[in-house]
Every structure is written in C-alpha cells, then in structure tokens.
C-alpha cells in the first residue's frame, strides 16, 4: 500500500514518539529501579486522556460525573507518578547489603525520564487517531512504524552517545538472550496476546490488569534484584493505581453512555411510523441469530 506525504509525515511523528520513549524509559531505568519504571508506565492512559481533552479529541463535559472521575484519576495519577520521583521515605524491606541503592540525584532523574517515558506514550496513542484515518492497512503500518523508530533511534544513538561504535557490542553472552527476549516476547509476544484479549472482551477488560504487572514486578525486582522499597514508592505506586482504576470507570461510563445513545436512536427509527396505521409484529431476541433460516416468521407489516 502506498504512503502518501501525509501518512508518511504522521507515521515518522508517532514513529519519534515511540524512539522517544524507548530513550526515556531505558535511562530511567537506570537511574531508577523496575518497580517504579513499570509502575510509571500506568500513567499514560491519564495523561491521554489530558492531552485529548486539550486538543479536542475527549469531551468532557463538567455537569457529568464520568467527566470529573476521569480529571480526578489524572490528577491522581500524577499526583503518584511525583510522589514516586520525589519523595522515596523511609525503607521498608532493605536488599542485601551487597545490593547498590540509588542515589538520591539519580533517583529524581530516573523519575523525571519515566515520567516524560508516560508523555511520549500518551503522543503514540492520540497519534493513532490521525495515522489510521490516513493508512488502513495495519500490518503495513506497524512494519513502517518499526523501521522508522529502527532509524530514529540509531540517529538518537549517534548523537547522543560519545562511545557510538562501542554501544553495539556485547559485553557478555548473557546480553543477546535479553535482547531476543525483549524483542520476541516483550514486544512481540505481548502485542498479540493485548491483541487477541481485545479482540475477545475489549478494550477495557484489558486494561484493567495492567497495574497488575507493577505489582508482580515488585514482588520479583525485590526478590532477585535485591531492591529496596521505600514508603514513597509504594503510596505513589498505589496512587497511580486507584488513579488508573477511576479514569478507566469514567472511560467505561462513556462508553455505556454511548451505546444506550446508539440503541435509543436506532430504536426511533425503527418504530417512526412511515404510514398511518402500522401494525409491528417483530419479535426478534437478542438470543436469536440475525439471520433465521425463516425469515418470514419476523415481518413487519403496514
């Protein structure tokens, strides 16, 4: 399928966004720890919902109460996301000894990446509403998209990085078996399984396990990394959570709204009298396929 100047200008955006937060995410975790990289990662269905409001993509309408849950699990979420970077508190299961803590520097930085990681997230998706009304063909699109981010990211490499040959080596045997774990099941692997429990029970069923990862990274970060938890990440962790939680009911609540909209007006046009004196004798169920082998046993009759 051919790409045309503005499909391609689109996709090279979202493609930048996407190299973006792949910089942003990889140095904050660095700088910071699993646990809150994953758990800062629940930010983006917040702060989408933010940036779609600013620009005119969400409504949000201040006499309805899905609008004000979806402002309050934002602001909530937020609220979690600078609890995490900024306030870590006192411990409360310290690692080995021989664990390295962060400082206090790097932790405040690695949370600002993760935090700017959530942004370019949030500009992937709001990027989507423009680039599939312009390219159709998703296969296509996600090969280009991934090329394009290839690209993108060996630049950012070259300008970024002072040792740029040295980068691409590998250090020890252990790095390629990451690197193909990465590829084929944390970005392959896990595409298609969102994919397929989309397609299965929408969108929102699941999303709304996806908080359970920052829990189960945790649980093993703290077990085999030997991290340390402190009050500061797990209230902010719990915050983004809760916040999460209420955007995706308002979400929820919008999308009722709308189908009820959808059947009440499919409903008045179907019973809008077209003739003076109609007689319905349509007992359709829900139940029943929508093509019956006896399509005479439901008419509708003038």
């Not at 009050?231 to 959570?241: P, R």
Request: aromatic content about 12%.
């Amino acid at each position: 399928m051919a790409v045309g100047a503005r499909a391609f200008a689109l996709l090279f955006a979202a493609s930048l966004a996407c190299a973006t937060g792949q910089y942003f995410y990889f140095q904050g975790l660095q700088l910071a720890s699993p646990s809150m990289a994953r758990a800062t990662t629940n930010l983006a269905p917040g702060i989408t919902f933010a940036i779609a409001a600013v620009i005119g993509l969400e409504k949000v309408d201040l006499r309805s109460s899905r609008s004000w849950a979806k402002i309050a699990g934002t602001v909530v979420c937020l609220a979690g996301a600078i609890a995490m970077a900024f306030f870590k508190g006192p411990k409360l299961l310290s690692g080995l000894p021989f664990a390295a803590a962060a400082a206090d520097d790097d932790w405040v930085k690695g949370g600002i990446y993760l935090i700017g990681t959530a942004f370019c997230v949030s500009m992937w998706y709001i990027l989507q509403v423009p680039v599939c009304r312009s390219y159709l063909d998703p296969l296509s699109l996600a090969t280009w998209m991934s090329f394009l981010a290839t690209l993108q990211c060996a630049v950012m490499a070259f300008f970024l990085e002072s040792n740029y040959l040295e980068i691409w080596k590998l250090a020890s045997v252990w790095e390629l078996p990451c690197i193909l774990y990465a590829g084929v099941f944390a970005s392959g692997a896990n595409f298609f399984l969102q994919s397929w429990c989309i397609s299965v029970k929408g969108p929102l069923y699941s999303a709304i396990f996806t908080p359970l990862s920052a829990v189960i990274t945790t649980v093993l970060s703290t077990i085999f990394l030997h991290e340390e938890l402190h009050i500061g990440s797990i209230l902010g962790a719990t915050a983004i959570i809760i916040g999460l939680y209420v955007v995706l009911w308002g979400k929820a609540e919008d999308v009722k709204s709308e189908r009820l909209t959808m059947q009440s007006n499919n409903s008045k046009m179907i019973l809008e009298p077209e003739c003076t004196g109609v007689k319905f004798e349509c007992g359709t169920s829900l139940s029943a396929p929508l093509l019956s082998k006896n399509t005479n046993d439901n008419t509708c009759t003038c």
